[in-house]
């Protein structure tokens, strides 16, 4: 049957979630030990966005289901936009091409959640913290996680990706996802360097400035030359980023759990400064 490959797919599993939780939490460290914030006061910041992965992993765990039953069915019809084309078998096509394809598809989503009114309710969430470092990466409101999942499945089905070319999606997109929150910024020439091909800290940073224009830049998720191509590419100083949302100032608000899960339910969500 063709959807038993399926379960080629959950032993990779384990070793993605290694990576994810061992990254997240040396740089968690790493961070603690190098900043003036006691540990204390840090992890007190931190537990709020932890929280989101007791809500997210339901979600993410279900819809992975719907997610590989799709990739499967596409590999099994040879459908979508990597299997019409010529060499569509060569490891190119199926896993570089692959993997270029869908992270333009993410550069996408991720526009679509900041300008579809309705989806940035959700979004919002992980741009009201005011105090970003790596624990910032899991916050994410349920309600985003689940329009995430329902796009990638979108994405896989037009794209026609393999297990194999999602794997490794997966798998840079982690690394990224969590350098990109560190408070570790990269300088000079690496920066450069890195920052032509890769989101870096110092590019996302800019992303999560409390005020437009910025918070419409650099949406990249793995790869930075999207927002080179479409004009969304914006540089700030480090000294000038201000993190958080214009229109949720109140911090106090900002740092509980439960409050923010009501957010995108509250009036009030569009930037009223640009
Ligand atoms: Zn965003
Ligand atoms: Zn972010």
Known sequence: MWFKESYFVTHPTEVQLFIYAGLLMSLWLAE????????????KHSFTNVMFIVTALPVQLLMTIFLLLVSAWVMHHNWGLLNWLPFHHTFFVKYFIGFVLLDFFEYLYHVIMHKVKPLWKFHLIHHTD???????????????TFCRMCFLILWVFLSGA???VLLLRQTLQTITNITSHTQFRLTGASEKLIGWVFITPNIHHVHHHYQLPYTDCNYGDVLSIWD?????FN???SSETVFGLDTHMDEKAC?????????PFIKNNHHTLS
């Open 32 to 43: 603690g030990f190098v900043s003036n914030v006691s540990f204390n006061k840090k992890w």
């Open 130 to 144: 005011h105090q970003l470092d790596v624990s910032t990466t899991v916050r994410e409101h349920p309600g985003e």
């Open 162 to 164: 393999s297990f194999g």
């Open 228 to 232: 080179r191509l479409f004009g969304t």
């Open 235 to 237: 540089k700030m100083e």
């Open 255 to 263: 740092k509980s759990f439960q409050q923010i899960l009501k957010f």
